[in-house]
């Protein structure tokens, strides 16, 4: 495969991924848009609501990154009948973990409310949009798996249709139950819950002509579940860790102010941006990676690795110079107050002088994953903590305030933690031990 070639296969992947990683977001931003006007007390509920679904879904995120390597590489093998059914594995192994999540959920709707401490008020608005949307992550996950299976299958167009498709009955349906009908947050959950669930249904039909054209199987395989959940089980221990990462710094910025706090929003916020583009770029990478090692094609595998990364860090160049040249307003677009702006420019630039370290880190994670390398992903995260905590902790024992405590927090979150996440990974991209070939 000749450069330009390689290029446009990039390409043809991971755009179609970027705007499928954009439209999930949206779900929230319409629900947040449509409940907002009913009052701030169902705003408010829907805030804690949501907190507790972005957890729960942040961390099941590995069935979409540990299917799309294993049907990957039974595509790249020449085995289309394995890689549908290994995908549908997955599927399967999302459906019991949202049963489980959705039931225990329900049950613990109440506890977990009353964490936040909560109004009563707000709490039952709370209460009711979560107990609803938990009957929605059977679907979510079911998605997630889905998603895998056909980036595996070198196909990123079809879940962007979905997730497009999805977004608008989502809007429709918010709409209709919430005004219409008058069911105030309930209406939102409601139609956040068919829209999850109407994905699900396109998705089957989809899976179901693969299967029906590469005569795979459509019932659950042990083997094949268990192989799943071992794969995904490393890559949750991977995730808890950047979950962890992301938790002891929003504590340290609360202990340093409500000013602070607001000012690492404004910068997390710009970073959780940029990263989308990355994550499509790494989503790319996992399909390719897969599809070479499943291939045998040592040198291809090699050039996607070197390709993906070049983009990686010129695209962390590109960001990181807007964010730079931006510094000085991003804060007065977010808040309009000038003090907070001041505050928040010396982080900015932190983040914006660590973007391409962020871009190569992005890529090296995809091309991992994409290897099926999940256990030392794995213990690669719990390592990256290492240095990182007691960064984090200093930052808070010496309570810098101001400018300064922020400025200090992005240097270690930045700075620090990218530093050791980029150092494991390209202490084993460096190896060979990673690149095992076959299905």
Do not use: C
């Amino acid at each position: 495969m000749t450069t330009p070639t390689l290029n446009r296969e990039i390409l043809r992947l991971a755009v179609p991924a970027l705007g499928a990683l954009v439209a999930e977001p949206l779900f929230l931003v319409v629900d947040a848009a449509l409940v907002g006007h009913l009052g701030v007390v169902p705003l408010a509920g829907l805030g804690i609501a949501s907190a507790v679904l972005q957890t729960i879904v942040g961390l099941m995120v590995f069935l979409a990154y540990s299917t799309t390597p294993a049907v990957a590489r039974r595509f790249g093998a020449g085995d289309p009948s394995r890689a549908v059914s290994a995908g549908i594995d997955g599927m399967w192994l999302a459906l019991g973990l949202g049963a489980i999540l959705a039931v225990a959920g329900w049950f613990a709707t109440p506890t977990l409310v009353t964490v936040f401490g909560a109004t009563k008020e707000v709490a039952a608005q709370a209460e009711a949009y979560l107990g609803l949307s938990m009957w929605g992550l059977p679907a979510m996950l079911i998605v997630f798996a889905a998603t895998g299976l056909l980036r595996g299958m070198q196909d990123t167009v079809t879940p962007l249709w979905i997730a497009g498709f999805g977004f608008g009955a989502n809007a429709l349906l918010n709409w209709g139950l919430i005004y219409g009908l008058g069911w105030g947050i309930a209406g939102s959950a409601a139609g956040t819950v068919i829209a999850q669930w109407g994905m699900v249904a396109a998705f089957v039909v989809i899976v179901g002509r693969l299967a029906r054209r590469h005569t795979a199987s459509v019932r659950p395989r042990r083997a094949g579940v268990g192989d799943s959940a071992r794969a995904g089980g490393w890559l949750f221990v991977r995730t808890v860790s950047l979950r962890m990462a992301l938790l002891a710094t929003v504590a340290v910025a609360t202990q340093l102010g409500t000013d602070e706090l607001a000012g690492w929003q404004v910068a997390f916020t710009i970073f959780s941006t940029a990263a989308f583009a990355l994550d499509a770029l790494a989503i790319a990478a996992q399909a390719l990676i897969g599809r070479g090692l499943g291939a045998d094609d040592e040198r291809f595998v090699r050039r996607v690795l070197a390709r993906t990364l070049a983009w990686g860090v010129w695209f962390g160049v590109i960001v990181g110079a807007l964010i730079g040249a931006f510094s000085g307003v991003i804060g007065l677009v977010f808040t309009g107050d000038p003090e907070l702006a001041a505050l928040v420019m010396p982080a900015l630039i932190v983040l914006a002088v660590a973007q391409p370290l962020a871009g190569a880190v992005f890529v090296l994670d995809g091309v991992l994953i994409g290897a099926g390398d999940a256990r030392y992903l794995a213990i690669a995260g719990m390592i990256n903590l290492v240095p990182f905590f007691p960064a984090l902790l200093a930052v808070a024992f010496a309570h810098p305030t101001g400018s300064a405590g922020l400025t200090w927090l992005a240097v270690a979150f930045f700075g620090v933690y990218m530093i050791a996440r980029a150092a494991t990974l390209g202490w084993r991209i460096r190896g060979s031990a990673w690149l095992t070939a076959g299905a």
